[in-house]
C-alpha cells in the first residue's frame, strides 16, 4: 500500500497471510476445518458449523473469503 508522509510518498509491503491446513487430508472423512482466507480446491471437503461441504467443480476459491453455507453460492455442496 502507499502512504503519505509529509511531502514524501513511501510504499509499505503488505504480508498476505493465509491459513494451511495439514493434519487433515480434506476428504469426505476427515474434512479440513475451514478458516476465512484459506485456499479452497474444488473437491475438497471442508467442516463449518457442524456441516461438511465440499468445493464444487469449477469451483476453486483462493483465497476463499465466502464461509460455506449461505443459499446461491454454488461453489460449495451441502454433503452432511
Do not use: K, N
Amino acid at each position: 500500500c502507499a502512504c503519505l508522509v509529509g511531502s514524501e510518498m513511501c510504499i509499505r509491503d503488505s504480508a498476505v497471510y493465509r491459513p494451511i491446513e495439514r493434519s487433515h487430508a480434506g476428504t469426505a472423512d476427515d474434512p479440513i476445518p475451514w478458516e476465512y482466507g484459506m485456499d479452497c480446491y474444488a473437491g475438497q471437503y471442508f467442516s463449518y458449523e457442524g456441516h461438511v461441504y465440499r468445493v464444487a467443480e469449477g469451483g476453486d476459491m483462493i483465497p476463499c473469503v465466502w464461509a460455506p453455507g449461505p443459499a446461491g453460492l454454488w461453489q460449495w455442496e451441502l454433503v452432511e
